[in-house]
């Protein structure tokens, strides 16, 4: 693989139900982040880390986890998903904390 | 709070000059970026300004005044495959990008 990888790339899922959402880059890139998209609204980070083994709180962080176990991947988690986290979410990452993110090709989640 | 401003929609036509402005308000300044993102996909990067004045690439400028918490994307001779939403964000005091809700330009023939 080249870049970054999300999955899946779509799904439906029940209100209530755990959802993994899945990230993996092989750029090496220290910083990992996670946003989401809606109509109207610009991106909104929801969680991020600067490297692994550390994890931050972005804007918009209620609903949503995290953990950073290595390098190459970045899974954010609904613990028990709600119709108001349906959206677009895009995964991203950068060399450093201050630098160029490259984005996934985002995963379509609807929450009925 | 923390704001960028830029326009919902421009229309412009093929072969010609289109300038996209992003005004913003954060607390601290550490850099503006510009990002391209088609439907349906996701953002690519078009361009970084961390000093005052214009930075060219191609077809694309981007100029920022931070006295005036400014910035316009430049797009010259604007083809079909131009269409896209045209992201501006900005790297406040914490070093997290926040992003504006984008700027959707349509190019006609």
């Known amino acids: 693989i080249a870049g970054i990888t999300q999955a899946p790339t779509s799904q439906i899922l029940a209100a209530g139900r755990r959802m993994t959402l899945r990230c993996t880059q092989d750029?090496?890139?220290?910083?990992m982040y996670w946003y989401r998209q809606d109509l109207g609204l610009g991106l909104r980070l929801i969680h991020y880390?600067?490297?692994?083994?550390?994890?931050g709180k972005g804007e918009v962080p209620d609903g949503y986890s995290v953990s950073r176990a290595n390098t190459d991947d970045f899974p954010l988690t609904l613990a028990s998903a709600v119709p108001s986290q349906t959206s677009v979410y895009f995964c991203?990452?950068?060399?450093?904390?201050?630098?160029?993110?490259?984005f996934g090709p985002g995963t379509r989640l609807t929450v009925l | 709070g923390q704001n960028i401003d830029q326009p919902t929609e421009m229309t412009a036509t093929e072969g010609a000059i289109v300038q996209i402005n992003c005004t913003y308000q954060?607390?601290?300044?550490?850099?503006l970026f510009w990002y391209q993102q088609h439907a349906g996909e996701a953002p690519t990067f078009l361009s970084y300004?961390?000093l005052d004045g214009l930075e060219e690439k191609g077809r694309f400028s981007s100029f920022l005044s931070r006295s005036k918490g400014y910035s316009y994307l430049l797009l010259k001779e604007l083809q079909m495959k131009d269409s896209a939403s045209y992201l501006c964000?900005?790297?406040?005091?914490?070093?997290?990008?926040?992003w504006g809700a984008g700027t959707k330009l349509i190019i006609k023939p």
């Open positions: 954060t607390s601290g300044f550490n850099g």
């Open positions: 300004n961390v």
């Open positions: 880390s600067n490297t692994a083994g550390t994890t």
């Open positions: 991203a990452s950068s060399d450093f904390d201050m630098g160029e993110q490259f």
């Open positions: 964000a900005v790297l406040d005091s914490n070093y997290q990008l926040i």
């Open positions: 750029m090496r890139h220290n910083a």
